[in-house]
């Protein structure tokens, strides 16, 4: 089949650089080749070595003067909250039931979703975003209509039907059993065909009875490739609440813990008001954390402690939260991240806030032997950017000292008009508009 040469400059990491010396932990080539076979990357190289050896088959794509990248990795994110997405005023139980679960209604109707699912991959992509793990609605239709669009696309992407039997309004409960009988016909459906995973949705303890919780359980066990995505310990009424509806529970995470939702695969949001025992637990299971910076300060959720969560050993990823968090961007989630670092005397090195993007997510889906960096076998999803992509950025770069400094400026500074574009398994799924 095809094989392709990618030329530009290259960054990817090989490990988390606040754990290893950049040495170990980040390769860079300023003008290097991507080689990709079938959607495959089979090299990763200086050009000045790779390209004596490519054969006259190899077709070439230049990208020189952009910086290629691996595919950003979106660890929690809610495509039915597109249109609520900076919705005026309130912190997270007030914002449920004031904007989220009336625009979850809407999602009863199947052309909405098709449409908003359409409309929501165009913005993966168009923020350079390759692979989310995404909480639809609580209508088995919501998922169908995503799988849908993101096959077309061949997006590796998890996605699952919302479970909630209470604590919401009427048209949006299902039940124990009706949770767990359409999320196993789901699994049926979807997992693994293509590049599509399932992932068991409990939206959080609040709205779950323990019948549901131990249903979700169950199903967790029957199918353990699956992943587990909810939300935990996001904001101190909704961790007061939980207390009060299962005060036989060690913590919030130990309910989920309780019910069987603790495995590796389990992905769960925001993390922001754990203790230590809940992060051994984490750890010990190889469990994931979403870090969603961005919401965490417009809900005003609170400081993600990322130094203590790494120590303890979790796998933190990086998630948009949309629409919680207000872009669909993991650059404006990396500026943020520093942002909330700072203000706990932390650092975000520029390398570390690459990581956060792109291998970490990976860790955190377990699908870092497929994604997240550019070692031979996996597959080639990537990014291109320009890292003059406004006035500003281009007079930044005019001095910028070093690849460190041109990357972090970016990180802080960039959006998506740096997006020139975004490749998934090496084929182009979105291409920015030449400047008019
Ligand atoms: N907790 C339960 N549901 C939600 C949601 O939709 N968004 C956020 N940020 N937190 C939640
Ligand atoms: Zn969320």
């Known amino acids: 089949m095809s094989i392709r040469a990618f030329r530009g400059a290259l960054l990817h990491c090989l490990r988390d650089p606040g754990e290893h010396s950049d040495a170990d932990a980040i390769e860079y080539f300023d003008d290097g080749i991507l080689l990709v076979d079938d959607g495959y990357i089979v090299a990763t190289g200086a050009a000045a070595?790779?390209?004596?050896?490519l054969g006259d088959d190899v077709e070439q794509i230049d990208l020189s003067d952009r910086l290629i990248v691996p595919g950003f990795i979106d660890c929690h994110i809610h495509y039915p909250q597109t249109d609520v997405v900076a919705a005026y005023g309130t912190q997270l139980l007030d914002w449920l039931n004031t904007y989220t679960f009336p625009a979850e209604a809407a999602f009863a109707d199947a052309a909405l979703a098709a449409q908003t699912a359409e409309f929501f991959v165009d913005q993966l992509l168009a923020n350079g975003t390759t692979t989310a793990l995404v909480f639809a609605t609580v209508h088995p239709g919501s998922v169908d209509?995503?799988?849908?669009v993101a096959q077309r696309y061949n997006l590796r992407l998890a996605a699952g039907k919302v479970l909630m039997d209470r604590h919401c309004p009427e048209n949006l409960r299902d039940t124990a059993q009706s949770g767990y009988d359409d999320s196993r016909a789901l699994i049926e459906r979807w997992h693994k065909t293509d590049r599509l995973h399932y992932a068991i949705t409990p939206r959080f303890a609040v709205t779950s009875s323990p019948e549901q919780l131990d249903l979700a359980g169950r199903l967790a066990a029957e199918y353990p490739d699956t992943l587990i995505h909810t939300h935990v310990a996001e904001n101190h009424d909704e961790v007061r609440w939980v207390g009060e509806l299962f005060p036989e529970a060690r913590s919030y995470?130990?309910?989920?813990a309780d019910a069987g939702l603790m495995r590796e695969r389990a992905v769960f949001a925001h993390g922001i008001?754990?203790?230590?025992?809940d992060h051994q637990c984490l750890a010990s299971h190889d469990a994931a954390l979403a870090f969603c910076p961005t919401s965490n300060l417009f809900l005003g959720s609170g400081l993600f402690d990322y130094r203590r969560t790494r120590e303890a050993g979790?796998?933190?990823?990086?998630?948009?939260?949309?629409?919680?968090?207000?872009?669909?961007?993991q650059l404006r989630s990396v500026s943020e991240a520093y942002k909330?670092?700072?203000?706990?005397q932390q650092s975000l090195p520029a390398m570390r806030g690459l990581y956060l993007a792109t291998l970490a997510g990976a860790e955190a889906l377990h699908m870092d032997d497929k994604l997240g960096n550019f070692l031979p076998g996996k597959e080639a999803d990537f990014v291109a950017l320009d890292l003059q992509s406004t006035p500003l950025l281009a007079r930044r770069m005019r001095v910028a000292k070093s690849v460190d400094d041109a990357l972090f400026a970016n990180l802080i500074l960039a959006d998506e008009r740096a997006i020139v574009s975004t490749w998934v398994m090496g084929e182009c799924c979105y291409e920015c508009a030449p400047a008019r």
Do not use: E
């Open 340 to 344: 909330i670092l700072q203000l706990q």
């Open 314 to 329: 979790v796998r933190v990823g990086l998630g948009t939260d949309i629409g919680g968090g207000t872009s669909f961007s």
């Open 273 to 277: 008001h754990l203790d230590d025992t």
């Open 253 to 256: 995470l130990g309910v989920y």
């Open 49 to 53: 070595s790779l390209l004596p050896t």
């Open 145 to 148: 209509a995503l799988f849908t």
